[in-house]
């Protein structure tokens, strides 16, 4: 029930903010004059609407979005304003009319709005909610996350999963885990009479027991268990190793034993470090400046992910470095909200718009960056021919840019497509 609630929460948080994004829009054309006259929020029937000062705003039945009208964006439009009885590309208040940098403003002020959104967000959430102390990770209890069946005798590289190869059931040995029974959100309390506090606590005691038959005890609720189970040789990643996983060679690799589990650190389990209003600032802009980095990363990467989300739509494993789209990234809202985990919501929602602020500004059509680089395009062949003692010529034909405008947006089409898909059918889940 929380989950469900959490993801129509999450979920409302986006609508709120793409309806802010057009808003931004609206607002700055009124600003400089222009005139606007229609803001919707949804699209599809209309469930309400009114008029006031000449602006037309409502609420529609799909809840898919937003938009704005505004009277000249584009030279091909065939409005007629019912006042003049003329097309509205002609009214003295039509986009078109106004000077480049305004019009470039207007354009940009949906992204600048994200920007803003995500920058108050991760305000808040460093200067008065706070985040866990991950300095703390070796103070908290040895939480089970997954259990494997098996366990590696030797690290491979995996380039469908850019991680470890998974171990072979059959040929690899038992983990002791899968021995144990052990299940996710079990603790592990101790290893042959030796407390187990935090993950470093784990590594260097399973280091010292390859090959030995050891007593593990855990706790489970409020029960207390043991059993044992023998510790099998396997290579891992050092710990103070920073080599990316595709390159990870011989002198990043130790002899150790394993347990065959992920560790799920929680939220709950590590204490919360809040900056203050102030020191927020400085926080925000840190993580703002790596969450940018990482949004273009991400972009490059997305074609090289593609033949993933065919394989997890027709049932292979999903990759949880595939991208997502507003149902998957609702659903890992609803999933965190569940949980009380605030901070990674919190992240998720910046992130989100930081995604959509930079995306927007793209320079091909339909989106705001094309209507930027348009407008700047024109200003520039006609300064050029003035100075050549030309003829201005004129606005940009938006029907010759059809045939582009609709591959992005065929393009754009397949990818939503491909992605909510595998939202429905093999979604990521932090859990």
């Not at 609803?334 to 910046?350: I, V, Y």
Request: net charge neutral.
């Amino acid at each position: 029930m929380m989950a469900a609630l959490g993801i129509v929460v999450f979920a409302l948080g986006i609508l709120i903010a793409v309806a802010l994004h057009e808003a931004g829009h609206f607002w700055s054309a009124r600003w400089f004059g222009m005139k606007a006259t229609r803001y919707f929020i949804g699209f599809g029937p209309t469930i309400f609407a009114f008029t006031r000062k000449g602006v037309e705003y409502g609420l529609k039945a799909l809840p898919f979005g937003a938009f704005v009208k505004i009277v000249g964006m584009t030279p091909n439009e065939e409005d007629i304003d019912p006042e003049t009885g003329k097309p509205g590309s002609e009214d003295p208040k039509a986009m078109w009319r106004f000077p480049v940098w305004k019009r470039t403003i207007v354009m940009a002020a949906g992204s600048i709005t994200h920007f803003g959104l995500a920058l108050i967000t991760l305000w808040v959430l460093f200067a008065f909610v706070g985040i866990p102390d991950v300095s703390k990770v070796n103070q908290v209890p040895v939480r089970v996350g997954t259990v494997s069946e098996c366990v590696s005798k030797t690290w491979q590289y995996d380039p469908t999963t850019r991680t470890q190869k998974a171990c072979e059931k059959g040929t690899d040995p038992q983990s002791p885990a899968s021995a144990l029974g052990l299940q996710s959100g079990d603790i592990i309390v101790s290893i042959d009479g030796h407390p187990i506090q935090g993950q470093q606590a784990l590594r260097d005691e399973l280091k010292n027991d390859i090959g030995k038959t050891v007593t593990v005890q855990y706790r489970r609720g409020n029960e207390t268990r043991s059993g044992t189970a023998e510790i099998p040789a396997s290579q891992r990643v050092k710990l103070d190793s920073k080599t990316p996983a595709d390159k990870i060679g011989p002198a990043d690799l130790e002899q150790a034993g394993l347990l065959g589990i992920t560790v799920d650190i929680q939220y709950k389990d590590l204490p919360v470090v809040r900056d203050g209003a102030v020191g927020g600032v400085g926080h925000t802009a840190s993580m703002t400046a790596s969450l940018v980095g990482r949004t273009f990363a991400s972009l490059g990467s997305i074609p090289e992910r593609i033949p993933n989300l065919f394989s997890a739509i027709f049932g292979g494993e999903r990759d949880p470095e595939t991208p997502v789209s507003v149902v998957g990234a609702s659903r890992i809202g609803g999933e965190l909200f569940e949980l009380g985990d605030w901070p990674s919501l919190l992240l998720l929602f910046a992130t989100l718009n930081l995604f959509f602020g930079i995306f927007n500004l793209f320079p091909l059509l339909p989106m705001d960056g094309g209507h930027i680089a348009i407008a700047w395009f024109e200003r520039v062949r006609s300064f050029i021919a003035a100075r050549r003692g030309r003829p201005d010529p004129g606005r940009v034909d938006y029907y010759k840019l059809a045939p582009f405008t609709l591959a992005v947006i065929g393009v754009l089409g397949v990818f939503v497509l491909l992605t909510v898909t595998a939202d429905f059918v093999n979604p990521i889940s932090i859990k």
